[in-house]
């Protein structure tokens, strides 16, 4: 008798991890895709509509610009540069956070999804042109959550800042 708890504890644990092997998260897109490792993450986003620009520092508090990209509240990119490099040819490509120079974050449905030195990551930035009209850039970006190990990918993405956004950009260049 003293073995029948012992074995109900067993069998409902092993019931219990023989369950929870099956479950898959929910298909629901969008949503953070698999790690590289099992399976390349899937292109979730293309960015065209610029929210604002902003002055400021980086992580190292060097001068810097960052532009806030996205469609809605739950799914914004913050893509700060070094004030220095804002100019027509600029090009940078980070791998697992190799250039500070450039950075790239999101709160992805509430969760942050970051470069990582212990994850791989990356983002591609490149400064088409710049005139007194516009500014176009192309950057794409694959971002990891480290909590969960959950990826979110900026599909190569075009944006064009116009207006009170290029002056800002412009701004002490």
């Not at 008798?1 to 991890?17: E, H, I, K, Q, V």
């Not at 005139?131 to 909590?147: D, P, R, W």
Request: charged share 15%; with cysteine; hydrophobic share 35%.
């Amino acid at each position: 008798m003293d073995r029948f708890p012992t074995c109900l504890c067993l069998l409902g644990l092993a019931s219990l991890l023989t369950g929870c092997s099956d479950l898959e998260p929910p298909a629901s897109p969008p949503q953070a895709s698999p790690s590289p490792q099992g399976q390349a993450a899937q292109p979730l986003v293309s960015i065209k509509q610029v929210n604002r620009v902003l002055s400021g520092v980086n992580s190292l508090g060097e001068p810097s610009v960052s532009i806030r990209v996205g469609s809605s509240r739950n799914h914004l990119f913050d893509l700060t540069l070094l004030r220095a490099n804002i100019h027509p040819g600029y090009r940078v490509r980070s791998l697992s956070y190799s250039h500070p120079e450039v950075e790239l974050i999101t709160r992805w449905n509430g969760d942050l999804f970051t470069q990582s030195t212990k994850f791989p990551t990356s983002v591609e930035v490149t400064i088409q042109s710049i005139s007194t009209e516009a500014a176009v850039l192309s950057f794409s970006g694959l971002l990891v959550n480290a909590a969960t190990g959950g990826y979110v990918r900026l599909s190569p993405s075009q944006i064009t800042i116009t207006g009170k956004d290029l002056e800002e950009l412009l701004h002490s260049r």
